[in-house]
């Protein structure tokens, strides 16, 4: 189906990032206003997750009301909108379902454990009528960009392998950024969903407040947000399931609102009324978010780029090197068996828009899991300057060993992925602490660390955050094209001479 736009709404929402649609209703979307990323995210929740449970029974009523378009058949029904397929369906006039179509979860059902009594499961912003065949080609797929085979293909999507060999399903151009719309929504409304991990697929979302999304989906989803603008149909439909549901899906009313939650504007405060001074979604440029290794060390063979410190800013001596369990933490010899050190690493988020930790890791004679925040703490640190305990830390949430059984050691397991989104912009510490004492006197294994992140494309060079004594030839504009004045500028991206260029100290 081709897409027509509405050309005075985007011509003016390119120039306001922030700016609402007519069919926003008086303050639904005020306690937004001032908030950044993870506040941000939290206000629109609190602004969506109130509505109407449509019950999946019922689903195939309301999609006549809500997923009709203009085009009818000889006996007056209406066609059915389908993302999944370019086949031609046309609603029965009674609510009941079409034949050769299917309730399609956009986010899959698999993903919680299947359910759909759950207001997930039965929302009709992310469950949607498709094609059957295509719902059954699509399974229970991640969004991403096939590159390898392909096993399944319409007009309207295709699943196959992606550059990782991972079975992914890939909408068309047309289609890529209302299915990361609904995405973000299903993120921003379900947080608190028991997502799950599977070993079959990877699920994008993650049971957290913020991001939900999980690192590795969020640049794919940005993108595509960009290069398909909102159409004229989502906006048709926004308000259409409002009108059923009750509530709305802000990124279709702010198309630039992803950026200020997970992009290029995390640090600028939205505004409803376009007075937001954030990036405008990336507007100066069309690079492409790369994903780089920033840190990757088996521990086996050596500490560097790690090094070692006690809680006094000492060299340690409780952690050493060892060939096949990785970095080795252990104070059975030291005096009293007291220690408290810490495995450290220097990682430099400035450029980076996402960011993931990994590591393996096992214990030794611990006989209860509470041990692990006090004597086990994975922490990162903003200000560190040579001195643990002069630095402040926040605990970092990594997956624990199972208890001991038969042995005193545990098996290695995986951290699982741990987001470092919150640090993007900055320049931070790592660091595994390890405590022991005569009445604990414990071990613990530490292996492949690894931080990996979306970072803006390399050559981006960085200027220091200075008065700046700027001529006209070395004007700086944001991201949205305003020319910058001549004070100190906020932490960001900017373009500079044509270039984009990252401010990073405040």
Same mark, same amino acid.
């Given at each position: 189906?081709?897409?027509?736009?509405?050309?005075?709404?985007?011509?003016?929402?390119?120039?306001?990032?922030?700016?609402?649609?007519?069919?926003?209703?008086?303050?639904?979307?005020?306690?937004?206003?001032?908030?950044?990323? &993870?506040?941000?995210?939290? &206000?629109?929740?609190? &602004?969506?997750?109130?509505?109407?449970?449509?019950?999946?029974?019922?689903?195939?009523?309301?999609?006549?009301k809500v997923d009709y378009l203009?085009?009818?058949?000889?006996?007056?029904?209406?066609?059915?909108?389908?993302?999944?397929?370019?086949?031609?369906?046309?609603?029965?006039?009674?609510?009941s379902a079409v034949s050769g179509?299917?309730?399609?979860?956009?986010?899959?059902?698999?993903?919680?454990?299947?359910?759909?009594?759950?207001?997930?499961?039965?929302?009709?912003?992310?469950?949607?009528?498709?094609?059957?065949?295509?719902?059954?080609?699509?399974?229970?797929?991640?969004?991403?960009?096939?590159?390898? +085979?392909?096993?399944?293909?319409?007009?309207?999507?295709?699943?196959?392998?992606?550059?990782?060999?991972?079975?992914?399903?890939?909408?068309?151009?047309?289609?890529?950024?209302?299915?990361?719309?609904?995405?973000?929504?299903?993120?921003?409304?379900?947080?608190?969903?028991?997502?799950?991990?599977?070993?079959?697929?990877?699920?994008?979302?993650?049971?957290?407040?913020?991001?939900?999304?999980?690192?590795?989906?969020?640049?794919?989803?940005?993108?595509?947000?960009?290069?398909?603008?909102? @159409?004229?149909?989502?906006?048709?439909?926004?308000?259409?399931?409002?009108?059923?549901?009750?509530?709305?899906?802000?990124?279709?009313?702010?198309?630039?609102?992803?950026?200020?939650?997970?992009?290029? *504007?995390?640090?600028?405060?939205?505004?409803?009324?376009?007075?937001?001074?954030?990036?405008?979604?990336?507007?100066?440029?069309?690079?492409?978010?790369?994903?780089?290794?920033?840190?990757?060390?088996?521990?086996?063979?050596?500490?560097?780029?790690?090094?070692?410190?006690?809680?006094?800013? @000492?060299?340690?001596?409780?952690?050493?090197?060892? *060939? +096949?369990?990785?970095?080795?933490?252990? &104070?059975?010899?030291?005096?009293?068996?007291?220690?408290?050190?810490?495995?450290?690493?220097?990682?430099?988020?400035?450029? *980076?828009?996402?960011?993931?930790?990994?590591?393996?890791?096992?214990?030794?004679?611990?006989?209860?899991?509470?041990?692990?925040?006090?004597?086990?703490?994975?922490?990162? *640190?903003?200000?560190?300057?040579?001195?643990?305990?002069?630095?402040?830390?926040?605990?970092?949430?990594?997956?624990?060993?199972?208890?001991?059984?038969?042995?005193?050691?545990?098996?290695?397991?995986?951290?699982?992925?741990?987001?470092?989104?919150?640090?993007?912009?900055?320049?931070?510490?790592?660091?595994?602490?390890?405590?022991?004492?005569?009445?604990?006197?414990? @071990?613990?294994?530490?292996?492949?660390?690894?931080?990996?992140?979306?970072?803006?494309?390399?050559?981006?060079?960085?200027?220091?955050?200075?008065?700046?004594?700027?001529?006209?030839?070395?004007?700086?504009?944001?991201?949205?094209?305003?020319?910058?004045?001549?004070?100190?500028?906020?932490?960001?991206?900017?373009?500079?001479?044509?270039?984009?260029?990252?401010?990073?100290?405040?």
């Open positions: 189906m081709k897409r027509h736009f509405f050309p005075l709404i985007l011509s003016l929402l390119m120039l306001l990032p922030g700016m609402a649609l007519a069919g926003i209703p008086e303050g639904y979307y005020d306690a937004a206003n001032g908030k950044k990323k &993870a506040d941000l995210k939290a &206000a629109m929740h609190d &602004a969506i997750a109130p509505h109407t449970k449509i019950y999946y029974s019922s689903l195939w009523v309301y999609y006549e203009d085009k009818t058949n000889a006996e007056g029904q209406h066609q059915v909108m389908d993302y999944y397929s370019d086949k031609v369906f046309y609603f029965t006039g009674d609510g179509m299917n309730k399609e979860h956009v986010a899959p059902q698999s993903w919680w454990g299947k359910g759909t009594d759950i207001p997930v499961g039965c929302d009709l912003f992310q469950v949607i009528p498709s094609e059957s065949n295509a719902n059954s080609a699509k399974s229970n797929y991640p969004l991403g960009v096939v590159t390898g +085979k392909v096993s399944y293909s319409n007009p309207c999507m295709k699943t196959g392998k992606d550059k990782n060999g991972k079975m992914v399903f890939e909408p068309c151009n047309e289609y890529k950024g209302d299915f990361a719309r609904i995405f973000f929504y299903v993120a921003t409304c379900y947080p608190d969903v028991n997502w799950k991990e599977l070993t079959d697929v990877n699920v994008s979302f993650r049971r957290e407040d913020y991001p939900t999304l999980k690192a590795d989906i969020l640049p794919t989803l940005l993108q595509w947000a960009k290069n398909d603008p909102v @159409c004229e149909w989502e906006i048709t439909r926004n308000e259409r399931v409002y009108a059923e549901q009750g509530n709305r899906n802000p990124f279709i009313d702010f198309p630039y609102l992803a950026e200020y939650i997970w992009g290029d *504007s995390i640090d600028y405060a939205f505004s409803t009324d376009g007075s937001s001074s954030g990036g405008g979604g990336g507007q100066g440029g069309d690079e492409t978010p790369e994903l780089a290794t920033l840190v990757d060390c088996p521990l086996t063979t050596g500490f560097s780029p790690f090094f070692v410190r006690t809680y006094e800013g @000492c060299d340690g001596e409780a952690w050493t090197s060892d *060939s +096949k369990y990785g970095a080795k933490a252990t &104070a059975f010899n030291l005096p009293n068996k007291e220690a408290d050190e810490y495995l450290m690493v220097d990682i430099d988020l400035t450029c *980076s828009l996402t960011a993931t930790l990994t590591f393996e890791h096992a214990t030794g004679y611990n006989k209860t899991e509470a041990v692990k925040d006090t004597y086990f703490q994975v922490l990162v *640190s903003e200000d560190y300057d040579g001195v643990p305990e002069d630095a402040s830390w926040d605990m970092l949430d990594a997956a624990f060993p199972p208890l001991p059984s038969s042995s005193n050691f545990t098996s290695f397991v995986n951290s699982g992925e741990i987001s470092l989104n919150g640090y993007s912009g900055k320049k931070v510490t790592l660091a595994f602490r390890f405590q022991s004492n005569s009445q604990a006197a414990y @071990c613990w294994e530490v292996r492949n660390v690894k931080v990996t992140a979306y970072t803006v494309p390399d050559g981006i060079g960085e200027i220091e955050n200075e008065k700046l004594k700027m001529k006209n030839e070395e004007a700086i504009y944001d991201l949205s094209g305003r020319k910058m004045g001549n004070g100190q500028l906020p932490k960001g991206i900017y373009i500079k001479q044509g270039k984009k260029t990252s401010i990073t100290n405040p």
